[in-house]
């Protein structure tokens, strides 16, 4: 009896009811799973019918999961909780969350900076750490690059460049540009730019 493995991406009810292994973007991974005597299925997820989902991926045998840590405001915590579910009873999950926790995230490059590939990488592990560390750092090694923790698609990463150096710390101001595809670039005080940050680390 062929293996039994959900290939899982987000979507609507409407993509979940239509969605076939030929009509969408990993068509080419149905394919060569095929070409093994895989049966693979689609898995469109959302919130809105997440049991039903969570009961399809517990009579596969694997899961394979295709979902950015942030699509349309939506994160995966739901997500992350059913994959959790459905590990512990038997389908193997790539990637599980938990490994996704240590590796799909952006802290990886502060905890690695020192095997070669590494460079000037600091690690702001609170709002209040971040409000106290970075304009000193920003005044005395330029711009700099800021990364939210989990992300994608240049959701929360920012350019941000000194315009100006003045007496009063939040006078200072600064050039901001998120990588987002279409952002513009930004004009503001310092201090503005750090409370505006503190969303970041909500999580």
């Known amino acids: 009896m062929p293996h039994r493995i959900a290939i899982l991406w987000r979507g609507d009810r409407e993509a979940r009811r239509t969605a076939t292994p030929q009509n969408n973007r990993y068509h080419r991974i149905f394919?060569?799973?095929a070409v093994l005597d895989i049966h693979a299925e689609p898995a469109v997820f959302d919130e809105e019918f997440a049991d039903e989902v969570r009961e399809q991926l517990l009579a596969t045998d694997?899961?394979?999961v295709w979902v950015d840590p942030i699509s349309r405001g939506k994160t995966r915590t739901v997500l992350d909780a059913v994959?959790?579910?459905v590990a512990a009873r038997k389908p193997w999950i790539s990637a599980h969350?938990?490994?996704i926790v240590k590796m799909g995230v952006k802290e990886v490059l502060h905890r690695t900076k020192h095997l070669g590939w590494g460079t000037d990488t600091h690690l702001y592990r609170s709002a209040v750490d971040f409000r106290t560390a970075f304009p000193s750092r920003l005044q005395s090694a330029g711009p700099r690059v800021l990364?939210?923790?989990r992300g994608n698609d240049g959701q929360g990463v920012w350019k941000v460049e000194l315009l100006s150096k003045r007496a009063r710390e939040d006078a200072d101001m600064v050039s901001v540009l998120?990588?987002?595809r279409g952002s513009m670039p930004e004009e503001l005080p310092l201090a503005e730019f750090i409370t505006r940050s503190e969303v970041y680390f909500a999580n």
């Open 83 to 85: 994959l959790r579910d």
């Open 147 to 149: 990364k939210q923790n």
């Open 178 to 180: 998120q990588a987002l």
């Open 31 to 33: 394919e060569e799973l």
């Open 97 to 99: 969350p938990d490994v």
């Open 62 to 64: 694997a899961v394979l």
